[in-house]
T-cell receptor, first 110, second 116 residues
Framework: GQNIDQPTEMTATEGAIVQINCTYQTSGFNGLFWYQQHAGEAPTFLSYNVLDGLEEKGRFSSFLSRSKGYSYLLLKELQMKDSASYLCAVRRYNNNDMRFGAGTRLTVKP | DAGVIQSPRHEVTEMGQEVTLRCKPISGHDYLFWYRQTMMRGLELLIYFNNNVPIDDSGMPEDRFSAKMPNASFSTLKIQPSEPRDSAVYFC??????????????FGPGTRLTVL
């Protein structure tokens, strides 16, 4: 079995930095993905980690610690358009078996 | 490319009726996924195909659900008979295998199903 946990909701202020955590327990770990989903829309890919460390992509960064079963998504210089749900997803084994967490709904306030 | 195409975008039906959801993946992608999303259960993987062959259908809720992929450009998810608890947004996604592992999935716009 597997378990993917992330906070249900978070609130942050425009221009600030927010960190969204994700912990997982799974067999056959083979990569961790972060997706963004605006209300009423489909998820879209944000970042990918398979090795330990930090991956930076513009205002967004993602970190992975495989030994701790832990990842975080860091959003800098928050903008109102960043208000969305952020889904942590774990890929298992050497295929495309992907399991998603319940998502963290982020609200950015002025 | 137009991206992943799903139809219909919205479906309202009555309990007991058959529902068929359709998906056209991105051309060249060899993986296709069906997901269901609800407030209670989040985004759940139902089934996925590789080169038109079902690889894992362990997420399919029960025998009322079936999925097919007759060719590389078309897949269906069928619910027969439908029940109110099947009400959800159903997403189709596709990807292609990348040796480095960064095989991101591209999601379609989803089908919002309401079973009365």
């Amino acid at each position: 079995g597997q378990n993917i946990d992330q906070p249900t909701e978070m609130t942050a202020t425009e221009g600030a930095i927010v960190q969204i955590n994700c912990t997982y327990q799974t067999s056959g770990f083979n990569g961790l993905f972060w997706y963004q989903q605006h209300a009423g829309e489909a998820p879209t890919f944000l970042s990918y980690n398979v090795l330990d460390g930090l991956e930076e992509k513009g205002r967004f960064s993602s970190f992975l610690s495989r030994s701790k079963g832990y990842s975080y998504l860091l959003l800098k210089e928050l903008q109102m358009k960043d208000s969305a749900s952020y889904l942590c997803a774990v890929r298992r084994y050497n295929n495309n078996d992907m399991r998603f967490g319940a998502g963290t709904r982020l609200t950015v306030k002025p | 490319d137009a991206g992943v195409i799903q139809s219909p975008r919205h479906e309202v039906t009555e309990m007991g009726q058959e529902v068929t959801l359709r998906c056209k993946p991105i051309s060249g992608h060899d993986y296709l996924f069906w997901y269901r999303q609800t407030m209670m259960r989040g985004l759940e993987l139902l089934i996925y195909f590789n080169n038109n062959v079902p690889i894992d259908d362990s997420g399919m809720p029960e025998d009322r659900f079936s999925a097919k992929m007759p060719n590389a450009s078309f897949s269906t998810l069928k619910i027969q008979p439908s029940e109110p608890r099947d009400s959800a947004v159903y997403f189709c996604a596709s990807s292609f295998f990348v040796p480095s592992g960064l095989d991101e999935q591209f999601f379609g716009p989803g089908t919002r199903l309401t079973v009365l």
